[in-house]
């Protein structure tokens, strides 16, 4: 393996454990378990202003989150996503892929939809199991089941 080879599986090793890390994952998906309920079942889901709206707020959080881990290894962007590319490593060229779907709003939509539903899912067996819901009992709650964080 060149030198140059051997820079670029490491910056792809980089990429991989960053995308494992909280400082991707947390952001990640807190936005996305934040902003799903807007988004009801396929059949539901129309494609209002406020998903794309949504959408390019995803694309900023993501845009920015992996803008600061690059400028961190003391790269530009279009480097490490080359060496995704050209990786021998699977898990970045599913990086490479990644990136490219993340403008995607159909993409986006369907992630958000899927996502909504295994919240709604979660809730679910969580009331059956007892009524506990976001910590408290449903039975002893003055609030509203709408008003419960998922």
Partial sequence: MTAD?????????????????PLWT????DFIDEHCVCFGSEEEAENSHDHFVIHQ???????ETISSFIESL???????????R???????????VYMQ???NYQAFK??????????ELETLKQLQMGGVVGGT?????SSSEADQPM
């Fill in 101 to 103: 779907t993340l403008d």
């Fill in 57 to 63: 707020k995803f694309c900023a959080l993501i845009d």
């Fill in 26 to 29: 947390v952001p990640v998906f």
């Fill in 5 to 21: 080879a051997a820079d670029q599986e490491l910056t792809v090793d980089c990429v991989v454990q960053f995308l494992k890390s």
């Fill in 74 to 84: 003391g790269f530009d962007g279009v480097t490490v996503i080359e060496c995704c």
């Fill in 110 to 119: 369907a992630l958000m939809i899927k996502r909504n539903c295994e919240l």
């Fill in 137 to 141: 009992s449903s039975t002893t709650s």
């Fill in 86 to 96: 050209k990786s021998s490593n699977p898990a970045g060229k599913h990086f490479f």
